[in-house]
């Protein structure tokens, strides 16, 4: 790519004169998916390239490095058993992920995903274990439960933010604890499931949970992660309502002299962003888990901050990261049931092209800074 | 130490007497910033440096700063060629570079910024503030070095960067359009120091869209046009501004300047009102007191606003915006209360052109999707099909504002601030206009597109859109306005009808009520600087 400052300051325009000549410019569907190959390309590179960083990993885990990689994809791609589970992994890194993007692209950052993602799979426990056992179409009710709880898990620090200023970093960060905490004293006692050797709650029933389509390949809370995905798209990229934030994301003072209130964009965005990660656990919990226990979240709070950033706030994006991310939890586990190769690894490999991107951000940012406009 | 180098004639071993470029060639992108330039600056001499936006003036002197580093052509001090990589190279050379924006770090005091760039992060020397205090002295100004930087004016940071310039022994001081921000009797002050420091033998080099300042302030000019050198005069065979105009322009000629002659305002008192404000005091967030303001705009007018930067003129364009709602006093917009304007509406009808581009544009969206932001953030939104119309949109503004772009798909932060402005006028003039607030749309711009932006606002009040215009320029606000209110220390000091405003009257209200104070020079009325020989050519 050639060194000029038009090519380094975004690092996704095409090169060459262009003049309304970008690809796809004027066709819809063009336009959306090659939105999502744009938002993809970079991170595909960092992708790959943190692949080849997991080699000497391998080696050091005293694996052979064809075999260590053979197994961590044979573990998605070898079947479709596998390939299901790959799915099944990715349901709560999309809606969490996309909880992260929405707030990033209105400039705030939700680190908060983890106790909102466990106070949306709590409410969620409430409403599947009550009297009533489900029925066709029932699993909406758990799932919009569950959004709400969420979103008033990531509406405090919104409000917060938005009418006092407080760093939302700090209160999502420290709500993160409050609700972990809470949920472990339910677990102690009002929550806890008289029949379980280890602390968890009862069941989600039945008539709840989320099916499997396809003849049990593929997960229906898949199919909802997905469809979320391209909704929270649609309307970041096609309503007034997004292009405000992503106003009120790129610079406050032109929004504010733009009449867009400034607190009101700060709160919905944590808010919706608080929702999306609650449906996630919500969904997890009615799709995969069924019921809630301490170690309910292996920290998808925090994976899906590094899926948020890799996805570079491209809602569509947002979908092929985490099915990444979760062809790494998958992998994960049979690298260590077959070739004996610590689980925590693989997870080492998931931080590699966070870093990668952080810095062709930083690179690109830093570029843009000195490479200043003509002047008058 | 040696504050002034060469003040005496025999310098450091008859080095830093001339400071010259060869064939210099800078690209960005497919733009070329410049195309081989020659030029000269000597020492003991004031130099000044003319050209349009964007015909290379700023490029030149950022590879002379060694913040860009050109892609052919030579620099050579007293004919032997030098590189200079980086800033601390043009230093080391003696070049020192005071940019159009400040450099300072307004929390820090005075010494404290100087001494960033003398010691980095060495421990701080205790002698700085003494040298500092004397460097001023000898250059003939007084500098408090404990005060911190974010109370001092912006004259006072100007000079304190200058200080700072010869602090490192420099013998090439070269300005960025040092007057853009300065009040008229700050620029006599700053023109007597470059004087001074021409007189010791230093190098003085300016940029200015000013003609008459230039014409007035320097032994040499050079004039440039799109990124190579069209003119190049001495003192005694300076030309006319209308000629120095033509140079600048080129062949496209002044086809808007017609406008000079403008035709009798039109004070016509049926017209209607259109904004009312009444009694408003009180300051918005980090904002300046306003003070039981009254004012009455009607439509189909150009209110001009004059007075010092910083009197209240931020204040009054966040008020006139409905970008803050004051607490005492009432705005109505034709009869109804502003504040009960829902914001979209508001946007629509009320056009903003702020000073400052953090304001008005978003540097890392592209050109259509500036010029169509409100409408997209407020009436459409940016669907596939209405992508395609703001594009086409865009296309059209961007013939009919004159935007130098590659394409509407270019984004905006790589346009140059006059580029940028034209994107701001472009989708402000966009909307349904009841009145438009134009804060200094002409800052920085060269004269064709002043010209051009006076046209426009002309124009728009000519259709009956009311027009409040703030200038720093007299005789630009008394061209283009009906009526001019003049703004001191947030309080309306008058308002004066076409015929009785003239750079005296205007002056006088302004200076009467502010007291700005000259330093290191003879108190100027404005009027002082109606007299150089050919002053009513084009400007007036």
């Keep these: 790519m050639a060194k000029t400052p038009s090519a380094s300051s975004v690092a996704l325009e095409p090169d060459g004169p262009q003049p309304g000549l970008r690809p796809g410019s004027d066709a819809p569907l063009a336009r959306y998916v090659g939105s999502a190959v744009k938002g993809t390309f970079w991170t595909a590179g960092a992708l790959i390239v943190s692949l ?325 | 130490m040696n504050v002034v180098p060469g003040s005496s004639a025999n310098g450091p071993a008859g080095t830093g007497r001339s400071l010259s470029v060869k064939g210099l060639v800078k690209h960005f992108g497919r733009v070329k910033a410049n195309d081989g330039i020659d030029v000269s600056f000597s020492s003991g001499e004031v130099h000044a440096l003319l050209g349009e936006n964007g015909a290379g003036k700023s490029t030149l002197i950022k590879i002379l700063a060694g913040v860009y580093h050109q892609d052919s052509g030579e620099i050579l001090i007293d004919g032997q060629p030098v590189r200079i990589d980086n800033p601390s190279h043009a230093r080391r050379h003696g070049i020192a570079v005071v940019h159009q924006h400040s450099t300072l770090i307004p929390r820090l005091s005075v010494v404290e910024n100087v001494s960033l760039q003398e010691g980095g992060a060495g421990p701080l020397d205790r002698t700085l503030a003494q040298r500092l205090v004397s460097t001023a002295e000898r250059l003939g100004f007084e500098l408090d070095p404990s005060s911190d930087v974010e109370t001092l004016t912006v004259g006072d940071r100007q000079r304190v960067e200058i200080a700072r310039a010869f602090l490192a022994d420099a013998r090439f001081i070269i300005l960025d359009e040092p007057t853009t921000i300065l009040a008229p009797t700050e620029r006599d002050a700053l023109f007597g120091l470059l004087a001074r420091l021409a007189s010791e033998a230093v190098g003085v080099v300016f940029v200015t869209h000013h003609l008459r300042e230039a014409i007035e302030n320097s032994e040499r000019m050079t004039v440039l046009r799109r990124g190579t050198v069209v003119g190049h005069f001495k003192r005694a065979a300076i030309p006319s501004e209308r000629e120095l105009v033509r140079l600048m322009v080129g062949e496209l000629d002044l086809a808007g300047r017609s406008l000079a002659q403008t035709d009798a305002p039109r004070t016509d008192e049926t017209t209607t009102e259109c904004i009312r404000i009444a009694g408003v005091s009180g300051a918005p967030e980090d904002g300046r007191p306003l003070h039981g303001l009254d004012l009455s705009i009607r439509r189909g007018e150009v209110l001009g606003i004059a007075g010092v930067e910083g009197n209240g003129q931020q204040e009054l364009a966040a008020l006139l915006t409905g970008a803050w709602a004051p607490a005492v006093g009432s705005i109505e917009l034709e009869g109804r209360p502003l504040k009960n304007v829902p914001s979209g509406e508001r946007i629509k009808l009320l056009g903003d052109v702020p000073d400052d581009h953090m304001f008005a544009t978003a540097d890392e969206l592209t050109v259509w999707e500036n010029v169509g932001l409100s409408e997209m ?79 426009w606002t002309r124009e728009l009040a000519e259709s009956g859109t009311a027009v409040v215009y703030m200038s720093s320029e007299l005789e630009e606000l008394i061209e283009v306005s009906d009526r001019i209110a003049v703004l001191a220390r947030g309080r309306i000091a008058g308002v004066l009808a076409t015929g009785e405003a003239t750079v005296d009257t205007i002056g006088a209200l302004m200076l009467g009520a502010t007291g700005v104070r000259a330093t290191g020079g003879p108190e100027i009325t404005p009027s002082g600087r109606e007299d150089g020989p050919d002053s009513p050519s084009g400007q007036s």
């Design chain 2, 377 to 455: 953030a407020w009436w459409r939104a940016r669907t596939p099909l209405n992508t395609r119309f703001f594009r086409q949109v865009a296309r059209e503004r961007v013939r009919e504002f004159d935007i130098r772009t590659p394409s509407v798909d270019g984004l905006v932060g790589q346009l140059s601030g006059g580029n940028r402005r034209r994107v701001v006028i472009a989708r402000e003039l966009s909307k349904q206009l009841k009145i438009l607030v134009a804060s200094y749309p002409t800052k920085g711009l060269d004269v064709r597109s002043a010209e051009q932006v006076k046209r």
């Design chain 1, 52 to 376: 080849a960083i997991l080699a000497p990993l391998l080696v050091a885990g005293g694996a052979n490095v064809i075999d260590g990689y053979a197994e961590l994809f044979s573990a998605t791609f070898g079947s479709f058993f596998g390939f299901g589970l790959m799915l099944v992994a990715s349901v709560p890194l999309i809606l969490i992920g996309l909880g992260v993007a929405v707030p990033f692209r209105a400039g705030l950052f939700n680190i908060g995903g983890e106790g909102q993602l466990l106070m949306g799979a709590l409410l969620a426990v409430y409403v599947t274990t009550a009297a009533w056992g489900g029925g066709p179409g029932a699993f909406f009710i758990p799932l919009v439960v569950g959004f709400l709880g969420g979103a008033i898990v990531g509406g405090l620090p919104g409000v917060l933010k938005a009418w006092r200023g407080v760093n939302e970093i700090v209160t999502t960060i420290m709500l993160n604890f409050i609700v972990l905490f809470f949920i472990q004293w339910l677990l102690t006692g009002s929550l806890r499931a008289e029949d379980q050797t280890f602390a968890a709650s009862e069941a989600a029933n039945r008539g709840f949970r989320l099916d499997r389509l396809v003849g049990g390949h593929l997960p229906l809370g898949f199919v909802i992660a997905v469809g979320v995905a391209i909704v929270v798209y649609w309307l970041a990229q096609h309503t007034r309502a997004g292009w405000r934030q992503r106003l009120v994301g790129l610079n406050l003072r032109l929004s504010a002299r733009q009449g867009i209130s400034v607190p009101r964009q700060y709160f919905v965005a944590l808010a919706l962003g608080g929702g999306l990660a609650g449906l996630g656990g919500a969904a997890e919990l009615i799709g995969n888990q069924f019921r809630i226990g301490p170690n309910f979240s292996p920290g998808w709070g925090f994976t899906a901050v590094a899926i948020a950033l890799l996805a570079r706030g491209n809602m569509l994006a947002v979908v092929p990261v985490a099915m990444f991310f979760g062809l790494l939890q998958n992998g994960e586990s049979s690298l260590q049931a077959n070739l004996g190769i610590p689980g925590n690894l693989v997870l080492a490999l998931a931080a590699a092209p966070v870093i990668i991107v952080a810095a062709v951000i930083g690179y690109c940012s830093y570029r843009r800074a000195i490479m200043e406009p003509p002047d008058d």
